[in-house]
């Protein structure tokens, strides 16, 4: 049988040192992997909100010029100066020979 060998304290505390500081790291990969999943989730349920407001007010855009393109036919709307220009109706006339 093979003789035993007894570490030093030194090495022994290195060694304790060295296994304490690898669960501590494991932890704070632990930690920072639930925290970040908290933090995705969070930032998940925003972005829903902000989509799901982005449809609304798309919704709302699509109402607000049918009704204008309802009231004052079509054209373009210049924001600079708050002025509509009506598209001229081309009127197709007919010539009798």
Not at 20 to 33: A, C
Not at 47 to 60: P, R, T
Request: no cysteine.
């Amino acid at each position: 049988m093979a003789e035993t060998i007894k570490f030093t304290e030194e090495e022994v505390s290195q060694i304790n040192q060295l296994r304490q500081d690898v669960g501590n790291i494991f932890t704070q990969l632990g930690q920072l992997t639930v925290e970040k999943q908290r933090r995705i989730a969070e930032i998940d349920g925003i972005q829903n909100q902000l989509l799901a407001k982005h449809s609304e007010l798309a919704q709302k855009e699509q109402e607000l010029f049918k009704g204008l393109n309802e009231k004052y036919g079509d054209g373009n709307y210049d924001p600079n100066t708050g002025e509509f220009i009506p598209t001229p109706n081309e009127e197709t006339t007919t010539t009798e020979g």
